[in-house]
Every structure is written in structure tokens, then in C-alpha cells.
């Protein structure tokens, strides 16, 4: 994404709909057709074909330098920032179930703040210890909606945290 | 018509326990979601989605509401402040809550700000409590091709009326049709592009997508821009406006609030451009629009008092008739639907009681933020210095959170985290993200009663031209489209002239 032009995003676009309306023609020619209930693939078929011709539309004005300007390119520092988020956020999905929610989002919130510029620790690890518990006593004691416990709640629990994660 | 009896005890539902606390909670929480620039009303509906499951539906719903009034009108305390918008519907308050803050006046601005919300919104409840009722009424002769009908009008104004190019709304459109054919066959019951998978079978969690296309994405966005969020320094004062000043934005008020409830009726536009008619007509009709844009009070009224009369606007279609007015309404929607309540004229029919409790909890939402706004505008000021750097994670933290307690399923949360970094790919480059969630909601419309039309008309197109409904609405569509797309045109046009004219005065300076 960084140092995309405008012209080449539009481009990758039209890269990216063409085989999703191919697939939608290639799959839906798959379909049973039940009887007296309409024939399903007109819908999904007829929406394909106006993508399709519409994302052949943005490639002709993109090929013939008719693409919009891009507002701002993403680099440097502003690039790092997002790639930072990004890696975090998706490392938590993968994480999360593993670890429990309150070790992953202390992590989380920690790096993320860091990520993000702030640089004196004492609020790092105040706000990485605040904000799992904040959003724990919300969603699980409040809303009661249990959150991903892993193996660092269960070891709480076994060691008679139970009743502080009640 | 509206029942008074059942009006009358919807309010005492709305001011009884929980569900006065809900309101002014979600009032509160609104407006500072409005205040922060960055944050919108959308996003801020989405992100407290999840924290109303477990409340009773009405007293979930009463919370959103309040959200939604409250962040519409918060935007404008930003722009008086740091003159940056806090939600895109404030845009045009700046132009003289900015002036007006500089010569010290920003007190006596957000006053005006407030009551003026206050009117256009309590304004537009009131229209809606009174012609919500009708039109559902109407709806009900509504058949399968109709409901057709209507779907495909809202596609064509939302594909078209949204975003910079009319070809990006429209491929956002379309993809947001094909995601929501994901799962099994409305009518048939077999699954379609589920790649089989068995999470796939019900289609995408609707809601974690709603939080990741209008919460996380504008999450990200904001951890691009992070370094640049400006900072409150002015002191109010004075914030309660006079008698004398309310009577002279008296014909302002007027106008404003039938500016703001065409706009918000109309599918697709809302809060954002009402804003900007509203004060632009405010200008035409002035006896001194010269002195618009140098900070005066008229100028901070006709923006405030349309955007908010667009709230109840926006809200009609999709009480009525099931179709969204803007992004924050199809969010709204989405709640409503988790609370198993289908908008629609059969919720009219089925569910009067709720109906009237929400017309009152409308109502009185508009009048909560004006006492919020009036008693904490120093505070809500102070909320704008908020720290970014720890806000924006715990934006993500809540979006994810979130989205895993719909159905304690990190599908839900993984779906969330796909579809926000895939909301913020869109924003960067221009594509418009409200038609792909808007066409989620119409896609199922549409397709299902396509389907249910033709198996009517044993396979015949004939029958969505035959009926005079359906047609006047197909006609529309085809009219709005055409006009929409030449309307974009146009402007496009003056903006690559202006482009143009502006590149070759730089040239002329540096030769």
C-alpha cells in the first residue's frame, strides 16, 4: 500500500473484481434450480456482470490518466504507525484464545500505545494493566459475556484468583 | 395516526429506571464521541452496539438513539473550537463557530449550537412520530415487487450520491450485494460462495462487519493522523444564549429544520449535506450575507439546526419501510435487528407500543444533550485534548471485544479485523464505504423479493412493471441515478478546472 498511486490502486482494484465476478458466474452455474421459487442465479449473476463492467469503466480512466489524485501518499513515519497497528491487531486474533484476553490485551494496549509514540513507561504499563481489566469487569461481571480465558486466566484461577475474576 | 395515549406512555417508559440512565448515558457518551474529531456518529452507534445486548431491547435501543442525537450534535463543539469538524455532519459550523471562538465568543457559540440542535431535532421527532404512522400505514398495501422496487432505489441513490465517484460507489455497491450473498439461498436453502466453510453458512456476522467497515477502519485512519489532532485553548463563557439572539435566527430555525428533514427523508444524503444546504440558504436569504464567514451567531445556528433536523428524517424510511437512510441509520437497523425487531410496517402493526416508546425516546433524547450540552460544554471542550495515543487503542480494543461478544466467536472478532483494515483500504482510495453496508441491507431486500416477485408471476418480469407503485419507484430510481451521476459529473468538472486554474497561477508565480 505505501507509495501507491492512485492510478495503480485502481488498476489492483479492477485486478481484484475481475475474478470475484468470474467466480461468482463459475459457481452459480453450480446451483440447483427448485421450482416456482425463481431461478437463483439472476440476482448474483446480473450484480456480476454490472461489476464487472463497471470495474472495466474505472480501469479505462485509470489506463487513460483519469484517475482521481490521491489525497495523501502513506510513508515514512504515518506508514510505519499503520504497519504497527496492523501487525498488532492481527497478531491479537491469533493470540488471544491462547494466551486468555487479559495477557494478550495487556500486551496489546501496552505495544499499541508505544506504537503510536508514547514513550514514558510508568503510563505504558499503568494503561496496559487498566485496560483489560476495565473492559474485563465491563463485558464479563457487567454484560456478562465471558471473554477468551487461555492459559493465563486458567492459571489464575487454579491459584485461587478465582474470586478477583469472578 | 400517532396514538397520544400510547405517545404519552412511552414517555413514562422512556423517564422510568434503566432506561432514563441508558439515554442520558448514551446522550453523554455521544456527544463526546461527536466531539473528538475522527470519531462519528456511525462509529460511535457501532461501537456501542454490543454493550446493549444484554439490556432490555427498548432500553438498548433508547441508549443508541441518544448516541446518535448526541454525536450528531457534538461534531459541532470541535468545529467551533479547533476548527476541525468533530463529525463530517458539523463541517459547516466552522465557517463561523471558528470566527466566533477567535474573538472570544466561543461560549455564547456553542450555546447557540446547542439550542439550535435542540430545536431542529425535537423538531424532527416530532414530524416522525406524526408521519411514521401514515407512511407505514401505506407500506402495508406493499407486495414483493414493490418492496423490489424500493430496494433497487436505494441502491441506485446510495451508489450515486455517495462518495467522490460515482464508478467506486457503485463497485462498493455491488461487492457489499455479493458479501450479502453469502450463506444459504433466501428461498432455496442451499449455500452460495461459502467456500465450505461451516461459518460461512450463515453468512458474515452483520454487526462485527458494521464495527470494522465504521469503527475500526476510522481506527486506523486515525492512527494515520494521529500526530496532527489539534488543541482546545479557548475559555467559555457566557454559554446560555439570550432571548434577544434566539428571536433573530428565529426564520434560521425554520428554515433550517424543513431543510434538514427533506434532506434526511432523502436515502443516501443526511446530516452531512443538510448541514452545508442549510447554511448556504441561511446566506442566500440573509439581509447581510456578507457578514457570514466573519462569525456570527446565524451562521452557527442554520448548520446546527439542519443537521440535527435530519436525524428523524434519516430515521423514517427505515422505521417505515426497512430502508436506511445513511450508514448510521443501517447501523442503527442492524441493532434493532439483533433485537429481534424487524423495521418495517409490520413493526408498526405488531409492535405499536415500542413504535410510540421510540418516537418518545427521540423526543425526549433531543432535549436530554441540550441540558447535557448547556450544563457540561466545558467539559465536553476538555474532551477534545483527549490523548490519542491511548484512545486509539482502546477504540480497537472495544471494536474487537465487541465483536467477540455477539456470539462469544473469534470468527466474529477475525471478521471485524478483515472488514475494518478492508473499510480503511477503501477510505485512503476513495472508495465510498456506506453503499457497501447499505447494499448489504437492500441486497437481501432486493434479492429475496426478486425472487418472491417472479414466483408470483410464474417467472415473468412483466409484474414490476404492471403495478403502478412499483413502477413510480423504478421510474425514480432510474431518474435519481441519471441525475446523481450527472450532478457528480458536473462537479467533478469544476473541480479539475479550479485544479487546473490554481496549477497554472502557481506556474505563472514560479516563472
Redesign the interface.
Known sequence: ?AN?T?KK??VI?VVI?IP?CLY?FY??GK??V?A?????F???RG??A??LA??L??LY?ALTGRA????KR?EG??LR??TG??VL??G??FV??RIG?LGT?FL??LL??WV???RRWLRLIL?GIL?PFV?FA??ST???????RGWIEGTLRDHGFALLLR | MVDLHLLLQGFATVLSGYNAVALVMGSFFGIIIGAIPGLTATMGIALLVPFTFGMNPFTGIVMLLGIYTGAIYGGGIASILIKTPGTPAAAATVFDGYPLAQKGLAGKAIGMATIASGIGGTFTALCLTFFAPILANFALRFSAPEYFALAVFGLSVTVTLTGKSPLKGIISGCLGLLIAMVGLDPMGGFPRFTFGTVQLTGGFSFVPMLIGLFALSEGFRQVEVILTAPKVSAVLTNIIPRLRELKECTRTFIRSCIIGLIVGVTPAIGAETACFIGYSEAKRTSKHPELFGTGILEGVAAPQCAENASTGGDLLPMLTLGLPGDAATAVLMGALTIHNLQPGPLLFRDHTDLVHQIFAGMITANVVFVILGLTFARFFAKVINIDRRFLVPLIFIACMVGSYAIGNDIFDMITCVFFGFIGYVMIRYDYPVSPMVLAQILGVMMESNFRRSMAMSQDSLLILVTRPIALTILILAAFTTFTGIRRQRKSLQMEEELAAAAAAAREGRQG
Open positions: 500500500m501507491l492512485m490502486a485502481d482494484a473484481v470475484i461468482v459457481e452459480s446451483w440447483p427448485p416456482l421459487l425463481g431461478r437463483p439472476v440476482i448474483p450484480v456480476a454490472f461489476l463497471t470495474a469503466m474505472l480512466r482521481f489524485p490521491l489525497e502513506l513515519a504515518d504507525r499503520v497497528a496492523a491487531t492481527f491479537y486474533l488471544v484464545e484476553f490485551t496489546y494496549a499499541f500505545a503510536l509514540g508514547e494503561f485496560v473492559v465491563i463485558f457487567a454484560l456478562h459475556v465471558p471473554l477468551p
